[in-house]
C-alpha cells in the first residue's frame, strides 16, 4: 500500500525567501514520486519527478526536490519565492503494488508568498 | 494535441438529479481516472480505468458509476445526486506514471 503525508496545509514565505514544502510517503516496494502544483482555477500539471534515476531532481520553475529513502522523504524547494509560485502543491506517490500506475496524492499544501 | 477535455465546466444539480460528466483524451493512454477535490483532503481517487473494458474502484466510489467503451472516452455517472458530491471533479489520463489531467468540471448539488 501507498501513502502520502504533506506536513503543513499552508506555508506562508515572504518573496525571495527559500521555499520548502515537505513531503513524507509510506510504500512497500520503490516508489515514483511527484510533485504537482495547482493555480487557482485550474487543473494539476506536473511540477517534478522521481523515477529512481538521480536523487536529486530538478523541475520546472526552478524548483528541485531530494529523494532521501532513509527518511522517506521527498521535499520541495526553491531557493527564492516569487509571487508567481502562490499556488496548491500536491505530492503524490506511485509504486505499481496494485498493479496500476494510478498514483496516490497527499492532501496539498498552499504556498502562500508575500511581498 | 487537445489532450485531456472535460465537459461541463460547471453544473448545479438538484438533489436526487442524475448526471454523466463526459472526459475525453487524444494520447492514446491507457489509463484513466477520476478524482474528487475537496478542501484539505487532497485529490481522491473515485474509479479509474486499465483500459477499454476494465474499471476498478478507487476510495470514494460510493454513488458514482464508470465504464470504458473506448480508449479516448471515460464518463462519470452520478445516479442520484446528493449534497455530499458538491466538489470540482477532475479527469486524469497516462500512459505510464505520469498523470495529465484535465482542467475540472465544478459542480455543485443544492
Known amino acids: 500500500a501507498q501513502s502520502v503525508t504533506q506536513l503543513g496545509s499552508h506555508v506562508s514565505v515572504s518573496e525571495g525567501a527559500l521555499v520548502l514544502l515537505r513531503c513524507n510517503y509510506s510504500s512497500s516496494v520503490p516508489p515514483y514520486l511527484f510533485w504537482y502544483v495547482q493555480y487557482p482555477n485550474q487543473g494539476l500539471q506536473l511540477l517534478l519527478k522521481y523515477t529512481s534515476a538521480a536523487t536529486l531532481v530538478k523541475g520546472i520553475n526552478g524548483f528541485e526536490a531530494e529523494f532521501k529513502k532513509s527518511e522517506t522523504s521527498f521535499h520541495l524547494t526553491k531557493p527564492s519565492a516569487h509571487m508567481s509560485d502562490a499556488a496548491e502543491y500536491f505530492c503524490?506517490?506511485?509504486?505499481?503494488?496494485?498493479?496500476?500506475?494510478?498514483?496516490?496524492f497527499g492532501r496539498g499544501t498552499s504556498l502562500i508568498v508575500h511581498p | 494535441n487537445a489532450g485531456v477535455t472535460q465537459t461541463p465546466k460547471f453544473q448545479v444539480l438538484k438533489t436526487g438529479q442524475s448526471m454523466t460528466l463526459q472526459c475525453a483524451q487524444d494520447?492514446?493512454?491507457?489509463?484513466m481516472s477520476w478524482y474528487r477535490q475537496d478542501p484539505g483532503m487532497g485529490l481522491r481517487l473515485i474509479h479509474y480505468?486499465?483500459?477499454?473494458?476494465?474499471?476498478d474502484q478507487g476510495e470514494v466510489p460510493n454513488g458514482y458509476n464508470v465504464s470504458r467503451s473506448t480508449t479516448e472516452d471515460f464518463p462519470l455517472r452520478l445516479l442520484s445526486a446528493a449534497p455530499s458530491q458538491t466538489s470540482v471533479y477532475f479527469c486524469?489520463?497516462?500512459?505510464?506514471?505520469?498523470?495529465?489531467f484535465g482542467p475540472g468540471t465544478r459542480l455543485t448539488v443544492t
Open positions: 486524469a489520463s497516462s500512459s505510464s506514471y505520469e498523470q495529465y
Open positions: 503524490a506517490v506511485s509504486d505499481l503494488s496494485g498493479g496500476s500506475y494510478i498514483p496516490t
Open positions: 494520447m492514446n493512454h491507457e489509463y
Open positions: 480505468s486499465v483500459g477499454a473494458g476494465i474499471t
